[in-house]
């Protein structure tokens, strides 16, 4: 077998499967409480200016790497030297592992989806969510009690991500954007117009863009902003430069990259209008103060949600089931496309089918997400959660932008952007790729280890220590072993 490298059979198919693995759990669930904690309106401010000198310089140097080499990650570091493929596995594992837990939270609301249709969480939520269905426990013995539903709906989201990743890029990966993608958007309008319209609405939509203009003279503001938009947009853990590398000549990577970020701002921006719409409702109904009822991440959709949909009578069994179908749909785009990299990087070096390789991974990676499927599932989750986000993948980062602005060829770089671009990038992209971002990333991740620190528990720190242990080993071990022989032609 040689190296077959698959390209995108159209630019939607690349731009909607782009638009999958932004759109993610980032935007619906972490997004609103982001802007509304640091400053609401006035957040606004260092957000649009992370996109326009962090984000989108950033995107397009993945873009341009991954279109310029067009191959995996590993194979891209070892030919700017041979010495860094291993920084190309580093950054291509770092997602996989991501996967693993990522689609656990995504089997949760696959669970929720149906108990959404007769409000099956009952008059508790926070209790049922936390022991009803997660047992949750930070107790080692909770690994022993494996949780049968969330263990039944792993196993359907894996299969659907083997159904889907296993065939070729463009009638897995493509096709099944070009659905999905489109559809989160129906009905998240759907979910956004009904919110609202909801007595209270404009108590949770108007309190989000209220403008606290002090907080934007606080450094940490400006780190959060940059930080959630370089999660949102999906940089820095190799899923942009792979899918890029799938772009067939001739392509405009401005016009892409510029289409991709507008729908997923767009995207997140209307998505917490509906979120504070519908949290201004319970506000109005309770007459709670607003502040009590903001929360993010899992406390937002399986606790917040489910509380506000029991008061909210014969509408939530509409709005309810569309709110967890797009959290779904959304889900299962971007676990997509944190599969991708390292299959890529497998499938090229060792000349292994791409669907031998991804039956292997999912497998692999089940075996892996069982363990979150415990009563200790929670506890692991948070803690790996913290440490790949906050310190592994950023380290990532900083290497990609050493690598690829000092050690390759930084102006080839910028060519590739500029080839058919609407309008040029100069100089100033190479000083944002060289000096900028990197230092940036090194701010933030200085304040990913102070707070890694802060909450080191005795299991944390043993789980953290065994994550950089694989993300040392495996890189190294895929390095070093021979690359398949390529037939001559
Ligand atoms: N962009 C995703 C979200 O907002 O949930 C998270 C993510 C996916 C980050 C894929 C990075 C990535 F490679």
New binding site residues.
């Given amino acids: 077998m040689t190296e077959q490298h698959q390209e995108w059979n159209s630019q939607l198919a690349f731009i909607m499967a782009m638009i999958g693995?932004?759109?993610?759990?980032?935007?619906i669930w972490?997004y609103p409480y982001v802007l509304y904690s640091n400053g609401g309106g006035a957040f606004l401010l260092p957000y649009f200016i992370s996109i326009v000198c962090m984000a989108v310089p950033y995107l397009f140097l993945e873009y341009a790497a991954g279109y310029n080499f067009k191959t995996s990650l590993p194979n891209m570091f070892r030919r700017v030297q041979s010495k860094f493929e291993v920084v190309g596995w580093f950054i291509s594992l770092a997602?996989f592992l991501?996967l693993t837990y990522?689609i656990v939270i995504i089997a949760w609301d696959f669970i929720y989806f149906f108990l959404s249709f007769y409000h099956g969480w009952g008059s508790n939520p926070n209790l049922f969510f936390t022991e009803t269905l997660l047992h949750s426990t930070s107790s080692i013995s909770g690994l022993g009690d494996i949780i049968l539903p969330i263990l039944g709906s792993l196993i359907v989201l894996w299969l659907i991500i083997w159904f889907i990743s296993h065939k070729d890029l463009n009638d897995g990966i493509g096709k099944y954007s070009k659905v999905l993608i489109p559809s989160l958007m129906i009905i998240m309008a759907v979910v956004v117009l009904i919110a609202v319209t909801l007595p209270g609405a404009s108590i949770g939509y108007s309190a989000l863009f209220n403008p606290k203009w002090y907080s934007i003279c606080d450094p940490h503001i400006w780190l959060v902003a940059a930080g959630q938009i370089i999660?949102?947009?999906?940089?820095?853990?190799?899923?942009?430069s792979t899918y890029a590398s799938y772009l067939p000549k001739g392509t405009s990577l401005v016009k892409n990259g510029i289409v991709v970020t507008i729908a997923?701002c767009g995207f997140e921006f209307f998505t917490a209008i509906g979120v504070f719409s519908i949290l201004g409702y319970m506000s109005f109904v309770q007459d709670v103060p607003l502040r009590y009822l903001v929360t993010e991440g899992t406390g937002l959709i399986f606790v917040a949600f489910p509380s506000i949909f029991n008061e909210m009578g014969v509408l939530s069994y509409i709005i309810g089931p569309l709110f967890f179908i797009c959290v779904l749909f959304?889900g299962i785009t971007?676990t997509l496309?944190?599969l991708e990299p390292i299959t890529l990087g497998i499938s090229n070096k060792f000349l292994i089918e791409r669907k031998k390789v991804t039956t292997a991974l999912c497998v692999i990676g089940f075996l892996i997400s069982i363990i979150f499927a415990t009563g200790l599932g929670n506890t692991l989750l948070t803690i790996f959660d913290n440490f790949l986000s906050n310190f592994i993948?950023i380290f990532g980062i900083i290497l990609e932008c050493l690598i690829l602005g000092w050690l390759y060829n930084i102006d080839k770089l910028l060519d590739i952007v500029n080839t058919n671009a609407p309008f040029k990038l100069g100089k100033w992209w190479n000083f944002l790729i060289k000096f900028i971002i990197p230092i940036v990333f090194f701010a933030m991740w200085a304040d990913g280890i102070i707070k890694l620190i802060a909450d080191g528990s005795t299991v944390a720190i043993a789980v953290e220590a065994l994550i950089t242990i694989i993300m040392i080993i495996v890189p190294v071990i895929l390095t070093r072993k021979p690359p398949a022989p390529r037939n001559s032609k």
Wanted: a positive charge; charged letters at 5%; hydrophobic letters at 50%.
């Fill in positions: 693995s932004a759109i993610g759990l980032g935007n972490r997602p991501i990522y999660f949102s947009l999906s940089l820095g853990w190799g899923v942009v997923n959304a971007t496309s944190l993948v």
